[in-house]
């Protein structure tokens, strides 16, 4: 049974910089794509950044140039460095497979919440 575990979120005040992780159990990690999303209140959730199985990123148009995204498979762990965030950033902040590999069951995210 595969888990996800994300963390690193919290409160930052626009402009500042979070660094979340996303420990992922399991032996098949480094085969999958790797993906970050995230879902504000009251929206659905939407893909945030995506990692190939090789080290290849790419962004949502929202994020680009200012989130990086990582992965280290030896230690099955995807991070999201997320720099000069905005109040619009503000979202509990989920990991899970990307593309259009199967998604295993969801973790509990991690809330990032950016104020004014």
Known sequence: QVQLVESGGGLVQAGGSLRLSCVVSG???SI???AWYRQAPGKQREWVA????GGNPNYADSVKGRFTISRDNAEKTVY???NSL???DTAV???NTGGNFP???WGEGTQVTVSS
């Open 50 to 53: 995506v990692i190939t199985s």
């Open 80 to 82: 999201l460095q997320m």
């Open 32 to 34: 999958y794509p790797m």
């Open 86 to 88: 905005k109040p619009e």
């Open 103 to 105: 998604r295993y069951d």
């Open 27 to 29: 032996n098949i990690f």
């Open 93 to 95: 902040y989920y990991c």
